[in-house]
Antibody, heavy 128, light 110 residues
Framework: QITLKESGPTLVEPTQTLTLTCTFSGFSLYSNSVAVGWFRQSPGGALEWLALIFWTGAKRYSPSLKDRVSIATDTSRERVVLTLTNLDPVDTATYYC????????????????????WGPGVLVSVSS | QSALTQPPSASGSPGQSVTISCTGSNSDVGSYDYVSWYQQHPGKVPRLIIYEVHKRPSGVPDRFSGFKSGNTASLTVSVLQTEDEADYYCSSYAGSNNLIFGGGTKLTVL
């Protein structure tokens, strides 16, 4: 059974750095085609993709945030960490991590991106 | 990369069908068969209901179907039920290692 759960601060001051951890079980980031993504959703707003890390260690970032966002795994590859720098109140959102669905056909280019298991999310407020 | 365009709202009566559009460009929806759809009830987590344009994960009723023509993808919900009332988001690979979402459509079952 695949599960994911986000953890981290729920209140951060402007200009500070946010670090969120996604702890997962039921799959391995060593397995072929596996990836974990981070997303966010502002209150009443739409979903937004932030970052993605593949089983190969390759990383992808949203062009709109790539100067501020980074993704990494811990040494055991059992957690995925998202870092977002220079926070602003507009970064207030619920942040989710999710497991990438495994395509039936091998997708070496990593373009077939759909997410079949999601964590419950963590609401992060940016305010002084 | 611009977000995909969805109508803000859609509605239908129980038993009817409703189709939600998702319009992109020839850089995203028009170039890749990597469109997915998510259902999100208020206060809940997104749920994958369609991937690769038209495929359904196990457990998703066949009342949900996906289609694509040119730069526009669509989600049809047939035989509407009250539990289908939710927000729906489309997503597409957009080239250059980018993934984009639509603005979401609020589906109301009258």
């Amino acid at each position: 059974q695949i599960t994911l759960k986000e953890s981290g601060p729920t209140l951060v001051e402007p200009t500070q750095t946010l670090t969120l951890t996604c702890t997962f079980s039921g799959f391995s980031l060593y397995s072929n085609s596996v990836a974990v993504g981070w997303f966010r959703q502002s209150p009443g707003g739409a979903l937004e993709w932030l970052a993605l890390i593949f089983w190969t260690g390759a990383k992808r970032y949203s062009p709109s945030l790539k100067d501020r966002v980074s993704i990494a795994t811990d040494t055991s590859r059992e957690r995925v960490v998202l870092t977002l720098t220079n926070l602003d109140p507009v970064d207030t959102a619920t942040y989710y991590c999710a497991h990438r669905g495994i395509p039936y056909y091998y997708d070496g280019a990593g373009r077939n991106l759909f997410f079949d298991y999601w964590g419950p999310g963590v609401l992060v407020s940016v305010s002084s | 990369q611009s977000a995909l365009t969805q109508p803000p709202s859609a509605s239908g009566s129980p038993g009817q069908s409703v189709t939600i559009s998702c319009t992109g460009s020839n850089s995203d929806v028009g170039s890749y068969d990597y469109v997915s759809w998510y259902q999100q009830h208020p206060g809940k987590v997104p749920r994958l209901i369609i991937y690769e344009v038209h495929k359904r994960p196990s457990g998703v009723p066949d009342r949900f179907s996906g289609f694509k023509s040119g730069n526009t993808a669509s989600l049809t919900v047939s035989v509407l039920q009250t539990e289908d009332e939710a927000d729906y988001y489309c997503s597409s690979y957009a080239g250059s290692n980018n993934l984009i979402f639509g603005g979401g459509t609020k589906l109301t079952v009258l």
